[in-house]
């Protein structure tokens, strides 16, 4: 089975919000910062590097003052990274002694290919990881089973 999917777009967020009765969870999506006009909000360019490599750049986001609404959009045009997945299987019967009697052999192997795919990327701005990701998906898995049957 094959698995291929773009990115979720990437929303940003501003820290140490307080827009009174507005704050928390009244106003979901409300915590947006500012847009710095000129600045592109996408900073990848070339290869992704894990750890120094930012997706979002930090300059094109300022937080929001306190008691006012950012004007950044609910979502980017910057996306997280897209993910690809190839999981395979296969089995095999095989007789023993009379036809009654056979085991099967079946292998998985989720992942095949350990395509890795960066995640959780911090998008809260002003902070010094804004950007980055802090995760990865999960590498190459295979599990085997052997089941007799009579």
């Known amino acids: 089975m094959q698995t291929y999917q773009s990115g979720d777009p990437l929303a940003v967020s501003s820290p140490n919000w307080d827009s009174g009765i507005f704050a928390g969870n009244l106003c979901s999506g409300c915590s947006r910062p500012n847009t710095v006009p000129g600045q592109n909000p996408n900073a990848s360019s070339g290869g992704f590097v894990y750890g120094q490599s930012r997706r ?13 609404f ?29 036809e009654r009697v056979s085991s099967i052999f079946r292998m998985e192997f989720f992942n095949a290919f350990n395509r890795h795919r960066f995640t959780g990327f ?18 190459r898995s295979i599990q085997a089973n052997l089941r007799f049957t009579f």
Request: no cysteine.
């Open 56 to 68: 979002l750049n930090p300059a094109a986001f300022v937080p929001a003052p306190n008691f006012t």
């Open 70 to 98: 950012g004007d950044a959009p609910r979502a980017l045009n910057v996306r997280e990274f897209a993910s690809l997945d190839e999981d395979f299987n296969f089995s095999k019967r095989i007789p023993l002694f009379t």
């Open 122 to 139: 911090n998008t809260s701005a002003g902070e010094p990881g804004f950007g980055q990701a802090s995760t990865t998906t999960a590498g």
